[in-house]
């Protein structure tokens, strides 16, 4: 039973604009989450967090948002420059960090 | 502050083998977390150790196994290989337990491919 979904496995953006990358959890237990950045042959590093107790978390152009009733989590990035061209999970954490299967983003110059 | 180092980086074997990966956190990190990557998959989660002792655990079978070092260095075995134990195996450091702290850092992986 996968806890936490990313339903779109690639996305193409063009640079300037705003990527949308989507995360959907089913365990209201969740009490933090993250995002991480995966190049290929590097292990993936981190991005992003958001408490469960907060909705909106901001760094730079990157912005994470949670909506607890939907069960829903999206990371944006404005604008989008091609070296975001990478792998992004998304993970949940109880006692362990659930990830996601990953979103495949490409930045087109 | 060297990051998460995991040797080999490549590594094949063939089915019934056994295989160790080893992995070397942050200084003075002490947690080590064991992951499995595989396409479609995402990241599973193996196993967590802290202080020496495996503190948390997911649904992998007893074929996988690891432990950790008075150092923090931890090491994750697979006996008995099979073709599904493909993957990249990436290992993951934090100051603490999962749970206190909020963010792991991750080694760049073993790719092991068995044949």
């Known amino acids: 039973d996968q806890q936490v979904k990313q339903n779109s496995p690639s996305l193409s953006v063009q640079e300037g604009r705003i990527s949308i990358l989507n995360c959907d959890y089913t365990n209201s237990m969740f009490d933090y989450f993250l995002w991480y950045k995966k190049y290929p042959a590097e292990g993936p590093t981190f991005l992003i967090s958001i408490s469960s107790i907060k909705d909106k978390n901001e760094d730079g152009r990157f912005t994470v948002f949670l909506n607890k009733s939907a069960k829903h989590l999206s990371l944006h990035i404005v604008p989008s420059q091609p070296g975001d061209s990478a792998v992004y999970f998304c993970?949940?954490?109880?006692?362990?960090?659930?990830f996601g299967t990953g979103t495949r983003l490409k930045v087109l110059a | 502050k060297a990051g998460v180092t995991q040797t080999p980086r490549y590594l094949i074997k063939t089915r019934g083998q056994q295989v160790t990966l080893s992995c070397s956190p942050i200084?003075?990190?002490?947690?080590v977390s064991w992951y499995q990557q595989t396409p479609g998959q995402g990241l599973q989660f193996l196993f967590e150790?802290?202080?020496?002792?495996?503190?948390n655990k997911g649904n992998f079978p007893g074929r996988f196994s690891g432990r950790q070092f008075s150092n923090s260095r931890s090491e994750m075995n697979v006996s008995t290989l099979e073709l599904g134990d493909s993957a990249l195996y990436l290992c993951?450091?934090?100051?603490?337990?999962?749970?206190?702290?909020?963010?792991?850092?991750f080694g760049p992986g073993t790719r092991l491919t068995v044949l």
């Open positions: 993970a949940a954490r109880t006692y362990k960090y659930i």
């Open positions: 150790y802290f202080s020496e002792t495996q503190r």
């Open positions: 200084s003075g990190h002490r947690s």
């Open positions: 993951a450091s934090s100051p603490d337990l999962t749970g206190t702290y909020n963010e792991q850092f």
